[in-house]
C-alpha cells in the first residue's frame, strides 16, 4: 500500500501517553459541558469508561449523548493538549512527504463515531468534493488519527482504492456533499485497521466513510485538514 497508488496511507505517530492526553482532553470538555448543564451531574455516567459514557448516556437519553458528542467535535479541538498536537512538527513532516508539499496552513477538530449514535455517521465523500475558487480546495491532504484501534468493525474508515486527480460527483444531501453510493458500486475498496495513535493519511480526492461501529465503544479521532501554497501535481 502506498499514497500514491491507493491515496491513503498509515504512518506511525503518536505514543500511549500522547494518545492518553487526547483522551484526557476529550473527557474533560465532556465533563465541562456536562456541568454546565441543568441535567443533574449524576445522571451523566461521569465514572463510565472513556470511550462507553457516550453509549451509556444514550441507552437513556439519546440527546443529551447527542450534545456532548456535538459539543466535543466543535469546541474541544480549542484544547491546549489538543492544539498542540495537532500542531506537531512530525504531523507535518509526514504530511509534506506523502503530498510532496509543505503545508501552510491546518485546521482540526475531533469526531466520533458513536455505536449509539448512528445519525453522525459520514457517508460516502472526499475532502475536496469540487475543484473552484473556495478556500477549502486548497486542502491538499487530511490526517485522521484514532483514539482507540479502528476497524472495520469498530467504526473505522472504508476507502475506494486508488490516487485520483479530480473528485468524484458530489451532490447535495441535506446539507452535505455526498458521493451517490452507485458511482462506487464496482470500485476496489479497503478497510484498513488502524491501531490507537496511528496516523491516516488521505488524499484531497480520495472517497471514504465511516464504518458501522459494531464495538459498543464510541471510536473517538482527531482529524488535521492541511492546505497548501500550491497544489500537488498528479502523474
Do not use: I, V
Given at each position: 500500500m502506498t499514497f500514491a497508488q491507493d491515496g491513503f496511507a498509515i504512518a506511525p505517530l503518536f505514543g500511549p501517553d500522547e494518545v492518553a492526553e487526547l483522551r484526557g482532553a476529550v473527557s474533560e470538555h465532556m465533563d465541562r459541558t456536562a456541568r454546565a448543564l441543568l441535567?443533574?451531574?449524576g445522571e451523566t455516567e461521569f465514572d463510565a469508561?472513556?470511550?462507553?459514557r457516550l453509549e451509556k448516556i444514550a441507552a437513556e437519553d439519546q440527546s443529551f449523548a447527542g450534545l456532548l458528542g456535538t459539543a466535543v467535535a466543535t469546541d474541544a479541538h480549542r484544547s491546549s493538549a489538543i492544539t498542540?498536537?495537532?500542531?506537531?512538527?512530525r504531523l507535518e513532516a509526514l504530511a509534506s512527504g506523502f503530498c510532496g508539499l509543505p503545508i501552510s496552513q491546518k485546521i482540526f477538530r475531533m469526531r466520533l463515531n458513536c455505536s449509539a449514535l448512528t445519525g453522525k455517521r459520514q457517508g460516502w465523500h472526499s475532502d475536496v468534493a469540487r475543484v473552484d475558487d473556495?478556500?477549502?480546495?486548497?486542502l491538499v491532504i487530511t490526517a485522521w488519527i484514532p483514539?482507540?484501534?479502528?476497524?472495520?468493525d469498530s467504526g473505522g474508515l472504508e476507502f475506494v482504492r486508488g490516487r485520483r486527480d479530480a473528485p468524484v460527483s458530489h451532490d447535495e444531501t441535506g446539507g452535505k456533499f455526498l458521493i451517490d453510493q452507485q458511482e462506487l458500486d464496482k470500485a476496489e475498496k479497503a478497510t484498513p485497521l488502524v491501531l490507537a495513535g496511528q496516523c491516516l493519511f488521505m488524499d484531497r480526492f480520495t472517497p471514504h466513510r465511516a464504518v458501522e461501529n459494531h464495538s459498543g465503544r464510541t471510536r473517538w479521532s482527531l482529524v488535521v485538514w492541511m492546505k497548501a501554497d500550491r497544489l500537488p501535481t498528479y502523474v
Open positions: 441535567k443533574p451531574y469508561p472513556f470511550d462507553q498542540r498536537l495537532a500542531e506537531d512538527p473556495t478556500a477549502c480546495s486548497q483514539l482507540s484501534d479502528a476497524g472495520p
